[in-house]
């Protein structure tokens, strides 16, 4: 068997949060399970699933699952981002500034685990508005795929950037 010239890195994996829902059937409350998942490479690639189930562990699965198909690339400059970007969905308002060294990834929970999992080890983060996990998660991902570097804008252009 050959060896890939590149060595991929393996996945890693965490839970950003449970969601528990229950419904009232004549027996009494019924539980059923939700839970968000960030995948990542800690490289440049990051993926968020979301599965229900009603057992904790088979909605951390179904959610792993689901962000393993939904991978993104994530253009990186260094340990931080290339520039400033504003993420948004639904309520939520997320401000991505890059940082120096040695700053850390200054964000809530919710965030934080979306943009380490991307490879991001400098970055100041600010939410508006909503602040749900889903909310904040999904705005992450989005500011994070507004992205772009220097080669990409310089292809689009057709000009060389100094």
Same mark, same amino acid.
């Given at each position: 068997?050959?060896?890939?010239?590149?060595?991929?890195?393996?996945?890693?994996?965490?839970?950003?949060?449970?969601?528990?829902?229950?419904?009232?059937?004549?027996?009494?409350? !019924? %539980?059923?399970?939700?839970?968000? $998942?960030? @995948?990542?490479?800690?490289? /440049?690639?990051?993926? *968020?699933?979301?599965?229900? #189930?009603?057992?904790?562990?088979?909605?951390?699965?179904?959610?792993?699952?689901?962000?393993?198909?939904?991978?993104?690339?994530?253009?990186?400059?260094?340990?931080?981002?290339?520039?400033?970007?504003?993420? !948004? %969905?639904?309520?939520?308002?997320? $401000?991505? @500034?890059?940082?120096?060294? /040695?700053?850390?990834? *200054?964000?809530?929970?919710? #965030?934080?685990?979306?943009?380490?999992?991307?490879?991001?080890?400098?970055?100041?983060?600010?939410?508006?508005?909503?602040?749900?996990?889903?909310?904040?998660?999904?705005?992450?991902?989005?500011?994070?795929?507004?992205?772009?570097?220097?080669?990409?804008?310089?292809?689009?252009?057709?000009?060389?950037?100094?």
């Amino acid at each position: 068997m050959r060896k890939p010239e590149h060595e991929e890195k393996p996945l890693e994996d965490t839970v950003v949060k449970i969601y528990r829902c229950s419904k009232v059937v004549k027996g009494g409350r !019924r %539980f059923s399970f939700a839970a968000l $998942v960030v @995948v990542g490479d800690r490289a /440049g690639n990051v993926g *968020i699933g979301y599965g229900k #189930a009603n057992e904790v562990p088979l909605a951390v699965e179904k959610g792993m699952k689901d962000a393993k198909k939904s991978m993104h690339g994530v253009p990186l400059l260094e340990r931080t981002i290339p520039h400033q970007v504003i993420g !948004r %969905f639904g309520a939520t308002k997320i $401000v991505l @500034v890059p940082a120096s060294p /040695g700053t850390g990834v *200054i964000a809530g929970s919710s #965030a934080r685990a979306v943009l380490e999992y991307a490879g991001v080890h400098d970055v100041l983060t600010k939410v508006y508005g909503s602040t749900a996990a889903k909310n904040v998660v999904k705005a992450t991902l989005n500011g994070l795929l507004k992205l772009r570097n220097k080669e990409t804008i310089e292809a689009l252009r057709g000009v060389a950037i100094s």
